[in-house]
Protein backbone atom coordinates (compact mmCIF):
# COMPACT_ATOMS: atom_id res chain seq x y z
CA UNK A 1 0.00 0.00 0.00
CA UNK A 2 1.60 3.52 -1.08
CA UNK A 3 2.79 5.10 2.16
CA UNK A 4 0.41 8.19 1.77
CA UNK A 5 -2.63 5.97 1.34
CA UNK A 6 -1.75 4.21 4.84
CA UNK A 7 -1.30 7.17 6.28
CA UNK A 8 -4.61 8.37 5.26
CA UNK A 9 -6.26 5.52 6.24
CA UNK A 10 -4.03 5.89 9.94
CA UNK A 11 -5.19 9.54 10.92
CA UNK A 12 -9.00 8.81 11.38
CA UNK A 13 -8.14 6.06 13.73
CA UNK A 14 -5.69 8.47 15.40
CA UNK A 15 -7.87 10.85 16.00
CA UNK A 16 -10.64 8.64 17.44
CA UNK A 17 -7.76 7.20 19.79
CA UNK A 18 -7.00 10.75 20.73
CA UNK A 19 -10.91 11.71 21.43
CA UNK A 20 -11.22 8.17 23.45
CA UNK A 21 -8.32 9.63 25.80
CA UNK A 22 -9.58 13.06 25.99
CA UNK A 23 -13.16 11.93 27.07
CA UNK A 24 -12.10 9.95 29.81
CA UNK A 25 -12.56 10.82 32.98
CA UNK A 26 -9.65 12.11 34.91
CA UNK A 27 -7.14 9.85 37.15
CA UNK A 28 -7.35 11.14 40.82
CA UNK A 29 -3.94 10.93 42.60
CA UNK A 30 -3.31 8.66 45.28
CA UNK A 31 -4.69 10.88 48.15
CA UNK A 32 -8.06 11.08 46.24
CA UNK A 33 -7.34 14.91 44.86
CA UNK A 34 -8.65 15.51 41.94
CA UNK A 35 -6.24 16.46 39.44
CA UNK A 36 -8.61 19.14 37.98
CA UNK A 37 -7.64 21.61 41.34
CA UNK A 38 -4.60 23.94 39.83
CA UNK A 39 -2.32 25.76 41.99
CA UNK A 40 -3.23 29.56 42.88
CA UNK A 41 0.07 30.12 42.89
CA UNK A 42 2.21 27.41 43.68
CA UNK A 43 5.62 29.38 43.96
CA UNK A 44 4.70 32.43 45.70
CA UNK A 45 5.93 32.27 49.20
CA UNK A 46 4.63 36.15 49.74
CA UNK A 47 1.19 35.62 49.63
CA UNK A 48 -0.71 36.88 52.97
CA UNK A 49 2.55 38.08 54.26
CA UNK A 50 3.09 42.05 55.33
CA UNK A 51 6.56 44.29 55.36
CA UNK A 52 8.04 47.65 56.48
CA UNK A 53 10.93 48.74 55.00
CA UNK A 54 13.87 48.31 57.25
CA UNK A 55 17.08 49.57 55.43
CA UNK A 56 17.79 51.41 51.67
CA UNK A 57 21.23 50.94 51.05
CA UNK A 58 22.84 53.23 47.96
CA UNK A 59 25.08 51.30 45.09
CA UNK A 60 28.08 53.12 47.27
CA UNK A 61 26.68 51.47 50.53
CA UNK A 62 25.81 54.57 51.72
CA UNK A 63 22.21 54.24 53.98
CA UNK A 64 19.82 56.22 52.73
CA UNK A 65 17.59 58.02 55.34
CA UNK A 66 13.94 56.15 55.56
CA UNK A 67 10.97 56.42 57.59
CA UNK A 68 10.95 53.39 61.02
CA UNK A 69 8.34 52.89 63.73
CA UNK A 70 11.79 53.36 66.39
CA UNK A 71 11.66 57.03 65.26
CA UNK A 72 7.89 57.61 65.72
CA UNK A 73 7.13 57.53 61.73
CA UNK A 74 5.15 55.93 59.30
CA UNK A 75 7.72 53.10 57.48
CA UNK A 76 7.28 52.31 54.01
CA UNK A 77 4.95 49.02 54.00
CA UNK A 78 4.25 46.28 51.23
CA UNK A 79 1.66 43.48 51.38
CA UNK A 80 1.22 40.55 49.05
CA UNK A 81 -2.64 39.36 49.12
CA UNK A 82 -4.64 37.10 47.18
CA UNK A 83 -7.98 38.85 45.81
CA UNK A 84 -10.20 36.03 44.31
CA UNK A 85 -7.44 34.19 42.98
CA UNK A 86 -5.55 37.73 41.41
CA UNK A 87 -2.40 38.75 43.28
CA UNK A 88 -2.24 42.19 44.29
CA UNK A 89 0.54 44.01 46.58
CA UNK A 90 -0.73 47.59 48.06
CA UNK A 91 1.13 49.50 51.07
CA UNK A 92 2.09 52.98 51.82
CA UNK A 93 4.98 54.45 50.05
CA UNK A 94 5.63 57.67 52.05
CA UNK A 95 2.60 59.96 51.13
CA UNK A 96 0.10 57.70 49.77
CA UNK A 97 -1.77 54.37 49.39
CA UNK A 98 -0.68 52.37 46.31
CA UNK A 99 -1.19 48.93 44.83
CA UNK A 100 0.06 46.91 41.90
CA UNK A 101 -0.39 43.51 40.81
CA UNK A 102 2.62 41.38 40.79
CA UNK A 103 3.94 37.40 40.47
CA UNK A 104 6.55 35.19 41.43
CA UNK A 105 8.77 33.47 38.93
CA UNK A 106 11.45 31.13 40.10
CA UNK A 107 11.97 33.31 43.11
CA UNK A 108 11.85 36.26 41.43
CA UNK A 109 9.01 39.27 41.96
CA UNK A 110 7.75 41.11 39.32
CA UNK A 111 5.89 44.08 39.79
CA UNK A 112 3.63 43.75 36.46
CA UNK A 113 2.25 47.11 35.92
CA UNK A 114 3.27 51.03 37.71
CA UNK A 115 1.19 51.30 41.20
CA UNK A 116 -1.15 53.32 41.14
CA UNK A 117 -1.26 55.88 43.86
CA UNK A 118 -3.86 58.08 45.72
CA UNK A 119 -2.98 62.33 45.40
CA UNK A 120 -2.24 63.07 48.57
CA UNK A 121 0.62 65.73 48.52
CA UNK A 122 3.47 65.94 51.00
CA UNK A 123 6.70 66.97 52.24
CA UNK A 124 9.07 67.17 49.07
CA UNK A 125 11.69 64.52 50.38
CA UNK A 126 8.31 62.08 51.04
CA UNK A 127 7.21 62.73 48.10
CA UNK A 128 10.83 62.29 46.78
CA UNK A 129 11.10 58.92 48.68
CA UNK A 130 7.56 57.66 47.57
CA UNK A 131 8.75 58.66 43.52
CA UNK A 132 11.80 56.72 43.78
CA UNK A 133 10.33 53.58 45.56
CA UNK A 134 7.48 52.95 43.66
CA UNK A 135 9.48 53.45 40.18
CA UNK A 136 11.97 50.99 42.49
CA UNK A 137 9.33 48.64 42.15
CA UNK A 138 9.14 47.99 38.60
CA UNK A 139 12.76 48.05 37.98
CA UNK A 140 13.52 44.66 40.53
CA UNK A 141 16.24 42.45 39.21
CA UNK A 142 16.67 40.35 41.83
CA UNK A 143 14.81 38.94 45.15
CA UNK A 144 15.03 36.68 47.88
CA UNK A 145 13.79 36.18 51.90
CA UNK A 146 15.85 34.41 54.31
CA UNK A 147 13.50 31.63 54.92
CA UNK A 148 11.28 30.12 52.32
CA UNK A 149 9.06 28.18 55.01
CA UNK A 150 8.81 31.07 57.29
CA UNK A 151 10.12 34.19 55.68
CA UNK A 152 11.10 37.37 58.04
CA UNK A 153 13.47 39.14 55.82
CA UNK A 154 12.99 40.13 52.28
CA UNK A 155 15.58 41.97 50.19
CA UNK A 156 15.28 43.48 46.88
CA UNK A 157 17.73 44.24 44.03
CA UNK A 158 16.90 47.28 41.96
CA UNK A 159 18.71 47.93 38.24
CA UNK A 160 20.25 51.37 39.82
CA UNK A 161 22.36 49.07 42.52
CA UNK A 162 19.91 50.21 45.35
CA UNK A 163 19.02 47.62 48.13
CA UNK A 164 16.39 47.70 49.58
CA UNK A 165 15.54 45.01 52.81
CA UNK A 166 12.47 44.94 54.93
CA UNK A 167 11.35 43.34 58.14
CA UNK A 168 8.16 40.87 57.86
CA UNK A 169 5.33 42.68 60.03
CA UNK A 170 3.33 40.63 62.07
CA UNK A 171 -0.30 40.13 60.88
CA UNK A 172 -2.86 42.47 62.96
CA UNK A 173 -5.35 39.90 62.17
CA UNK A 174 -4.70 37.12 64.07
CA UNK A 175 -4.38 38.34 67.26
CA UNK A 176 -4.82 35.75 70.12
CA UNK A 177 -2.64 32.57 70.89
CA UNK A 178 -1.33 31.65 67.22
CA UNK A 179 -1.67 27.34 66.63
CA UNK A 180 -1.04 24.99 64.04
CA UNK A 181 -1.10 25.73 60.20
CA UNK A 182 -3.09 23.56 58.14
CA UNK A 183 -4.54 22.49 54.95
CA UNK A 184 -8.32 22.42 54.21
CA UNK A 185 -10.59 22.20 51.85
CA UNK A 186 -13.66 24.86 51.63
CA UNK A 187 -16.71 23.59 48.95
CA UNK A 188 -18.24 26.15 46.54
CA UNK A 189 -21.63 27.11 48.49
CA UNK A 190 -22.75 28.21 51.73
CA UNK A 191 -25.11 26.21 53.86
CA UNK A 192 -27.63 26.77 56.55
CA UNK A 193 -26.43 25.80 59.74
CA UNK A 194 -27.32 26.15 63.13
CA UNK A 195 -25.03 28.18 65.37
CA UNK A 196 -25.77 29.14 68.82
CA UNK A 197 -29.31 30.58 69.38
CA UNK A 198 -30.12 31.31 65.66
CA UNK A 199 -29.44 30.00 62.37
CA UNK A 200 -26.24 31.07 59.91
CA UNK A 201 -24.65 30.19 56.81
CA UNK A 202 -21.94 27.93 56.99
CA UNK A 203 -18.83 26.94 55.28
CA UNK A 204 -18.71 23.22 54.09
CA UNK A 205 -14.88 22.00 55.08
CA UNK A 206 -12.95 18.96 55.00
CA UNK A 207 -9.30 18.28 55.47
CA UNK A 208 -9.08 15.54 52.86
CA UNK A 209 -10.39 15.19 49.66
CA UNK A 210 -11.76 11.23 50.63
CA UNK A 211 -13.63 12.99 53.76
CA UNK A 212 -17.13 14.04 53.89
CA UNK A 213 -17.90 17.77 53.89
CA UNK A 214 -18.74 18.96 57.34
CA UNK A 215 -19.59 22.80 59.00
CA UNK A 216 -17.51 25.37 59.84
CA UNK A 217 -19.80 27.24 62.03
CA UNK A 218 -16.82 31.09 62.10
CA UNK A 219 -15.37 32.98 59.65
CA UNK A 220 -12.15 32.86 57.92
CA UNK A 221 -10.03 35.99 58.25
CA UNK A 222 -9.09 37.27 55.50
CA UNK A 223 -11.07 34.97 52.85
CA UNK A 224 -12.61 36.44 49.85
CA UNK A 225 -15.29 33.62 49.37
CA UNK A 226 -16.81 33.47 46.13
CA UNK A 227 -19.56 30.92 45.10
CA UNK A 228 -19.35 28.11 42.51
CA UNK A 229 -15.48 27.91 43.36
CA UNK A 230 -13.99 25.03 45.45
CA UNK A 231 -10.90 26.46 47.18
CA UNK A 232 -7.88 24.09 49.31
CA UNK A 233 -6.05 26.75 51.90
CA UNK A 234 -3.41 27.28 54.54
CA UNK A 235 -4.86 28.66 57.81
CA UNK A 236 -3.71 29.21 60.86
CA UNK A 237 -5.65 28.11 63.92
CA UNK A 238 -6.03 30.71 66.69
CA UNK A 239 -7.57 31.34 69.92
CA UNK A 240 -9.75 34.52 70.26
CA UNK A 241 -9.86 35.74 73.57
CA UNK A 242 -12.75 37.46 73.55
CA UNK A 243 -14.84 35.49 71.12
CA UNK A 244 -18.63 36.46 70.74
CA UNK A 245 -21.13 34.82 72.53
CA UNK A 246 -22.50 31.16 71.97
CA UNK A 247 -18.83 31.06 69.58
CA UNK A 248 -15.93 28.79 69.47
CA UNK A 249 -12.60 30.36 70.77
CA UNK A 250 -11.20 28.47 67.75
CA UNK A 251 -11.13 30.48 64.39
CA UNK A 252 -9.03 30.69 61.14
CA UNK A 253 -6.82 33.06 59.42
CA UNK A 254 -6.30 32.17 55.80
CA UNK A 255 -2.31 32.02 55.13
CA UNK A 256 -2.47 31.32 51.41
CA UNK A 257 -5.36 29.93 49.16
CA UNK A 258 -3.42 26.95 47.71
CA UNK A 259 -5.82 25.60 45.09
CA UNK A 260 -8.94 26.73 43.24
CA UNK A 261 -11.26 24.94 41.08
CA UNK A 262 -14.25 26.02 38.96
CA UNK A 263 -17.24 23.51 40.08
CA UNK A 264 -20.01 23.49 36.83
CA UNK A 265 -23.79 23.61 38.55
Avoid at 107 to 122: E, F, N, Q, S, Y
Avoid at 217 to 222: A, M, V
Wanted: proline share 9%; net charge neutral.
Amino acid sequence: MPISVSLRWLAPCLLSVGLAACSSPPQRAADGQDPRFQPASASDILAQTSWDLARWTKPDGALRPVPHPSTRSRPLTVSFIHEQGAPRMAGFAGCNQYSASYTVANGLLIVRDHPVATMMACAPGSMKLEQDFLAGMTRITASSVDNTNNPQRMTWVLSSGDTLDFGRRTDPIVGGQQGPTKLVYVNSERVPCSAGAGRAMCYQVRDSAAQPWQFWYGEITGFHFQPGIRYRLRVVEVQDPNPPADASSLRWVLDAVVEQEIVSR
